[in-house]
């Protein structure tokens, strides 16, 4: 295990130095993104979807830049076997899970200065920095879940070469779907749909003690879990089952 984490820790180091390797700006461009989306929506939004949502500024940077992190990763991870690594994995005998745990390493790390702009903004509107510790906590199961959702996608997209493609398709669809430019409210159509969507308990929780300084609900803590063991292993038992023959087909 210290083995595997410590190869990944090296490659996703190394990835994240070469992304931003020969920009005077660095880290600038990638945190224009997220930045410039906020601005963008912000202004839109404001008064039509969120003139009902207390402190609407964090409630929607925060959703965009874990939702940011989530998508960076899982788009990644499922050409990571297929394009990014493959000469990689025919030449070496080496664990590839260690490929999968980098890519959510790097996108953690540039997650993180993502949280920083989210906590002057914080500031900004005068809420309880101190908050900010329940996020670190969450970011534990957060990661766990991502991280098992690349392990399968990576997995069956080497069976299953558009799958890719589709995921690209889904995960836009998925951006609408989630509560992050608006609310849901209760015993809406939306709400029973998101039941079903992992992100929903992730980024409500999250709004829930970050911004707003409540004690969230039973069934959120229980869906924060429940999604974040069942996406690892059910990720950790398909890349267990197709791993072997991973390199037979790239």
């Known amino acids: 295990m210290d083995m595997l984490l410590n190869v990944s820790w090296q490659i996703a180091r190394a990835e994240f130095k070469l992304k931003n390797e020969g920009s005077y700006l660095g880290l600038v461009w990638y945190l224009l993104n997220p930045v410039l989306l906020f601005t963008l929506l912000f202004f839109i939004f404001l008064d039509r979807l969120g003139s009902s949502i207390p402190d609407y500024a964090p409630y929607l940077f925060l959703g965009i830049i874990m939702f940011n992190f989530f998508q960076s990763s899982t788009l990644e991870s499922g050409k990571t076997f297929i394009k990014e690594n493959n000469y990689l994995i025919k030449s070496i005998n080496f664990p590839r899970q260690a490929l999968i745990i980098a890519i959510v390493l790097k996108n953690l790390l540039s997650h993180l200065f993502e949280v920083l702009l989210f906590a002057i903004l914080l500031l900004y509107f005068h809420l309880n920095l101190a908050n900010l510790l329940y996020y670190l906590i969450i970011m534990v199961p957060f ?7 690349c392990l399968a996608l990576s997995s069956l997209t080497v069976f299953f070469a558009d799958l890719g493609n589709i995921w ?10 989630t509560p992050i430019l608006y609310a849901v409210n209760e015993r809406s159509t939306l709400l029973y749909i998101n039941l079903f ?10 709004r829930e003690l970050v911004i707003y300084g409540h004690s969230p609900s039973v069934s959120l803590i229980l869906g924060t879990i429940f999604w974040s063991l069942a996406f690892l292993l059910l990720g950790t038992w398909i890349f267990a089952t197709l791993n072997k023959k991973i390199p037979e087909l790239i």
């Open 197 to 206: 969507n992992p992100l929903y308990y992730f980024i409500t929780l999250t």
């Open 143 to 149: 990661c766990l879940f991502i991280f098992g959702f």
């Open 168 to 177: 690209n398709f889904a995960v836009r669809i998925l951006w609408f779907g």
